[in-house]
């Protein structure tokens, strides 16, 4: 193990896999930065590139690439409101209000950090996993997926701000979006009028760019201006490099939730199926719910950018783990790297464990590096990318609405898309608008869908017995644990507040 | 609109559409329409509580006295007019991606939206405009080869 360990380091050091390292990083940032395009279009545009290359290249480039795509992401999140991709969208939710108040420099600093952080400690646990990975992705049948999905489903609770019921309301919406398309256990069109691009369900990307980035245009519009309200045009002092790092310094003062939330982006890149937005907002929800002040959240809460970031860049470890390990890809992106093993002469399984270990090395340790390189890449460009912020209004949208539009047709290549994002624009304005909490819409589509499917599927297997498997049972006992913690935290400061 | 009538026009749409969804549901068969009655039914549930809580505010603030009303009223007529104008300009971006595809709507669109929302200088609205078209054409039509949405006349003529 010491011996293939140690070969995987020395084999990526050579001038050729470095350089190549150094190439991805720019692109991948650039596939997650650009709404619409995405690690896995980058993915399937650069493997025809790796056509003779040996592994160890082919790997620095092709998974050095996709591991920082989320890094790329999380800046026109914070700068417009417009995540770059969807697992991104939960950093928008604290990262946008925090370049609002002035804070942009320091929100990219910590999302920064906490990716890289999160890769790192990714990468680190895959390596740890390799010799015990078997019965730990063996223990997850569909009745853990969905008591999972059920547990991050509650968390809509958390992050509804003052209003249950309007939380309630968009939460529901989201859920109600998420049965759109073809009905997983009988094949019926729900809701699909007539449109054929509605039959695999409601576009991710449609959606979040309407529900966020199109309902902030509209309302940047309206209020006139720039999207950093720091007072003057020149105060531009949050956006300096020493704002940066504090940004950098804040993921360090928040290590135990960077931590935590690295090993919920391990855990659930691990489980086949779960995808990388329920990492990040199952992160994102766990900060919320473990907050001193989770009041904050949704107002600039710098937690809230640390969550949802290291959780994004560190499930990239855990679904290299099912994918080297069994042939299973954790996740579409690793379907598509799935291509590239078989194009650079390998094939994953666990015989791949024994013969090629030196090469699983070496990818935990592109992870490691790759992550490392992309931080320090990013932050050296992000002071006088923050400045952005300032760009007057009619400047930005229509650039912005431009993006938008693009992002939104290329996901599915069809225009329908773009009337999705519309309405859904709409709809998000009308939200920010009255004090309706947008977050939960997001959860409700993301993990709705899943939790259909994962219910329909155990309930075949096992009936109601469902609830009764071990592993589902704890989960339960988290989920009950998670609504009533919360409540009886507010009944305590309510009875607090009247006795004083 | 004020905005006691906006939110309260706005808790009703939510309450149609949760309403909608759940007349919808009841045509389909026992087994799909599980799942969509889950959802629907505490969605009306919810948003109509969120109605009566809006109309009772709405109708208690109708009651008291207020003594700025004229000059919030001329405030929200700067807000009504300001939304008209952006939701009128991003329909008719979607009107010319319709009509004459990516490629043709973006400069023109720039073009108009500099020049006449944004009030800006002729330089600057044709440099902005060449700029931002030529870097979308390179890295999305030169670079990447992604098929782009080219418009209906494009696939009229074709």
Same mark, same amino acid.
């Given at each position: 193990?010491?011996?293939?360990?140690?070969?995987?380091?020395?084999?990526?050091?050579?001038?050729?896999?470095?350089?190549?390292?150094?190439?991805?990083?720019?692109?991948?940032?650039?596939?997650?930065?650009?709404?619409?395009?995405?690690?896995?279009?980058?993915?399937?545009?650069?493997?025809?590139?790796?056509?003779?290359?040996?592994?160890?290249?082919?790997?620095?480039?092709?998974?050095?690439?996709?591991?920082?795509?989320?890094? $790329?992401?999380?800046?026109?999140?914070?700068?417009?409101?417009?995540?770059?991709?969807?697992?991104?969208?939960?950093?928008?939710?604290?990262?946008?209000?925090?370049?609002?108040?002035?804070?942009?420099?320091?929100?990219?600093?910590?999302?920064?950090?906490?990716? =890289?952080?999160?890769?790192?400690?990714?990468?680190?646990?895959l390596a740890l996993m390799i010799p015990v990975v078997r019965p730990v992705v063996l223990a997850f049948s569909p009745a853990e997926f969905f008591m999972m999905c059920i547990f991050g489903i509650t968390l809509i609770s958390l992050i509804s701000g003052n209003s249950l019921v309007k939380g309630l309301i968009v939460g529901l919406f989201g859920l109600a979006l998420a049965l759109v398309g073809m009905d997983p256990k009988t094949g019926i069109l729900r809701f699909g009028f007539g449109q054929t691009f509605l039959w695999d369900g409601v576009d991710l990307v449609a959606v979040v760019v309407g529900i966020f980035a199109l309902s902030e245009m509209i309302d940047l519009a309206v209020k006139g201006g720039a999207i950093a309200k720091t007072g003057t045009d020149a105060d531009t002092s949050g956006y300096g490099f020493e704002n940066v790092m504090q940004g950098i310094k804040d993921t360090f003062r928040h290590w135990w939730l960077l931590i935590r939330c690295s090993f919920i982006g391990i855990f659930i890149g691990m489980v086949p199926g779960l995808g990388g937005d329920a990492a990040s907002w199952i992160a994102y929800g766990h900060a919320a719910q473990t907050s001193k002040n989770p009041g904050q959240f =949704?107002?600039?809460?710098?937690?809230?950018?640390?969550?949802?970031?290291?959780?994004?860049? &560190?499930?990239?470890?855990?679904?290299?783990?099912?994918?080297?390990?069994?042939?299973?890809?954790? &996740?579409? =992106?690793?379907?598509?790297?799935?291509?590239?093993?078989?194009?650079?002469?390998?094939?994953?399984?666990?015989?791949?464990?024994?013969?090629?270990?030196?090469?699983?090395?070496?990818?935990?340790?592109?992870?490691?590096?790759?992550?490392?390189?992309?931080?320090?890449?990013?932050?050296?460009?992000?002071?006088?990318? &923050?400045?952005?912020?300032?760009?007057?209004?009619?400047?930005?949208?229509?650039?912005?609405?431009?993006?938008?539009?693009?992002?939104?047709?290329?996901?599915?290549?069809?225009?329908?898309?773009?009337?999705?994002?519309?309405?859904?624009?709409?709809? $998000?304005?009308?939200?920010?608008?009255?004090?309706?909490?947008?977050?939960?819409?997001?959860?409700?589509?993301?993990?709705?869908?899943?939790?259909?499917?994962?219910?329909?599927?155990?309930?075949?297997?096992?009936?109601?017995?469902?609830?009764?498997?071990?592993?589902?049972?704890?989960?339960?006992?988290?989920?009950?644990?998670?609504?009533?913690?919360?409540?009886?935290?507010?009944?305590?400061?309510?009875?607090?507040?009247?006795?004083? | 609109?004020?905005?006691?009538?906006? %939110?309260?026009?706005?808790?009703?749409?939510?309450?149609?559409?949760?309403?909608?969804?759940?007349?919808?549901?009841?045509?389909?068969?026992?087994?799909?329409?599980?799942?969509?009655?889950? +959802?629907?039914?505490?969605?009306?549930?919810?948003?109509?509580?969120?109605?009566?809580?809006?109309?009772?505010?709405?109708?208690?603030?109708?009651? %008291?006295? +207020?003594?700025?009303?004229?000059?919030?009223?001329?405030?929200?007529?700067?807000?009504?007019?300001?939304?008209?104008?952006?939701?009128?300009?991003?329909?008719?971006?979607?009107?010319?991606?319709?009509?004459?595809?990516?490629?043709?709507? +973006?400069?023109?669109?720039?073009?108009?939206?500099?020049?006449?929302?944004? %009030?800006?200088?002729?330089?600057?609205?044709?440099?902005?405009?060449?700029?931002?078209?030529?870097?979308?054409?390179?890295?999305?039509?030169?670079?990447?080869? +992604?098929?782009?949405?080219?418009?209906?006349?494009?696939?009229?003529?074709?």
């Amino acid at each position: 193990m010491i011996e293939a360990m140690i070969s995987g380091f020395v084999q990526l050091w050579a001038w050729k896999p470095i350089l190549l390292m150094v190439l991805a990083i720019p692109i991948g940032c650039f596939f997650g930065a650009v709404p619409g395009l995405g690690g896995n279009l980058g993915l399937a545009l650069c493997i025809p590139f790796a056509f003779g290359m040996d592994p160890i290249c082919g790997f620095a480039f092709l998974l050095g690439m996709h591991a920082v795509v989320h890094t $790329g992401g999380a800046i026109p999140g914070i700068m417009f409101g417009t995540p770059g991709t969807g697992p991104n969208a939960a950093t928008v939710i604290d990262g946008f209000p925090m370049a609002q108040k002035g804070e942009a420099g320091r929100a990219i600093g910590a999302a920064l950090m906490a990716s =890289g952080m999160g890769g790192i400690l990714g990468a680190f646990l895959l390596a740890l996993m390799i010799p015990v990975v078997r019965p730990v992705v063996l223990a997850f049948s569909p009745a853990e997926f969905f008591m999972m999905c059920i547990f991050g489903i509650t968390l809509i609770s958390l992050i509804s701000g003052n209003s249950l019921v309007k939380g309630l309301i968009v939460g529901l919406f989201g859920l109600a979006l998420a049965l759109v398309g073809m009905d997983p256990k009988t094949g019926i069109l729900r809701f699909g009028f007539g449109q054929t691009f509605l039959w695999d369900g409601v576009d991710l990307v449609a959606v979040v760019v309407g529900i966020f980035a199109l309902s902030e245009m509209i309302d940047l519009a309206v209020k006139g201006g720039a999207i950093a309200k720091t007072g003057t045009d020149a105060d531009t002092s949050g956006y300096g490099f020493e704002n940066v790092m504090q940004g950098i310094k804040d993921t360090f003062r928040h290590w135990w939730l960077l931590i935590r939330c690295s090993f919920i982006g391990i855990f659930i890149g691990m489980v086949p199926g779960l995808g990388g937005d329920a990492a990040s907002w199952i992160a994102y929800g766990h900060a919320a719910q473990t907050s001193k002040n989770p009041g904050q959240f =949704g107002k600039g809460a710098v937690e809230g950018v640390i969550a949802p970031e290291s959780a994004n860049n &560190s499930k990239e470890g855990g679904s290299l783990l099912p994918t080297v390990a069994f042939g299973v890809p954790g &996740s579409s =992106g690793m379907a598509i790297l799935l291509g590239a093993f078989m194009i650079l002469g390998l094939a994953p399984g666990p015989k791949m464990l024994v013969d090629e270990l030196d090469i699983v090395w070496a990818m935990v340790w592109i992870l490691v590096i790759t992550n490392i390189f992309a931080v320090a890449m990013m932050i050296a460009v992000t002071g006088p990318m &923050s400045k952005l912020s300032f760009v007057r209004g009619s400047v930005i949208i229509p650039f912005v609405l431009i993006l938008v539009f693009l992002g939104s047709y290329l996901s599915i290549g069809h225009w329908g898309n773009l009337l999705v994002t519309i309405i859904l624009g709409f709809l $998000g304005y009308g939200m920010k608008k009255y004090g309706y909490p947008r977050p939960p819409l997001i959860i409700g589509i993301v993990l709705g869908h899943l939790a259909e499917v994962e219910l329909h599927k155990a309930y075949t297997l096992w009936g109601m017995g469902l609830f009764m498997r071990p592993l589902t049972m704890v989960l339960l006992v988290l989920t009950i644990l998670s609504i009533t913690i919360p409540i009886i935290k507010w009944y305590r400061k309510d009875k607090g507040v009247h006795a004083a | 609109m004020t905005k006691g009538k906006g %939110k309260l026009v706005f808790s009703l749409v939510m309450l149609i559409i949760f309403a909608g969804m759940l007349v919808m549901s009841m045509g389909y068969s026992q087994k799909a329409r599980f799942v969509p009655l889950v +959802v629907s039914i505490p969605g009306v549930i919810v948003s109509t509580v969120q109605l009566l809580i809006e109309l009772r505010s709405f109708f208690n603030q109708r009651l %008291k006295a +207020v003594p700025d009303s004229e000059k919030r009223r001329v405030k929200d007529e700067q807000v009504a007019r300001s939304e008209k104008m952006i939701v009128g300009w991003i329909l008719f971006l979607l009107a010319l991606i319709f009509i004459v595809g990516f490629w043709v709507a +973006v400069p023109v669109f720039l073009l108009l939206f500099f020049r006449i929302y944004g %009030k800006e200088s002729w330089t600057f609205t044709i440099v902005g405009t060449a700029c931002s078209w030529g870097v979308i054409f390179v890295i999305f039509q030169v670079l990447l080869k +992604v098929p782009i949405y080219e418009g209906l006349l494009e696939i009229g003529f074709m």
